[in-house]
């Protein structure tokens, strides 16, 4: 993940995989610090043409094939924020945390996103 904001800085990047139906197989990860010492942990990943990505390289490759072969450019990146407290394993929580809100509410994102493309 990159950004221009120089309120925000990047401490750490990765990925991390999930389990779960109806959840994207992988995720990007950032932890996020301010100035102030406040941090956030971040996942992201893409939707395109009823597919999950985490990679911005292949969210474009399959944005573009999508739009050659005339199915659109139905796209959209999903991004999950939760604050992290100071604590033992604070990364570890916020993935319990972010990890829990994905599986209650991505299914419906995901049909949300379905809906939208089909109605097209």
Known sequence: M????????QLTAGERQLRGSGLPPE???A??????????RVWQWYWVDGQWTNSPAR???????????????????????????????????????L????AQGVPAIAATLQATRSAR
């Open 99 to 102: 990890e829990n809100f994905a």
């Open 27 to 29: 995720v990007l990860v």
């Open 31 to 40: 932890d996020l610090t301010d100035r102030v010492a406040q941090r956030l």
């Open 2 to 9: 990159t950004s221009n904001d120089k309120r925000w800085m």
């Open 59 to 97: 969210a474009k490759a399959m944005t573009a094939i999508a739009q050659l072969i005339g199915r659109g450019d139905d796209s959209a990146a999903i991004v999950l924020v939760t604050a992290q407290t100071a604590g033992v394993d604070t990364s570890a929580q916020a993935d319990a945390v």
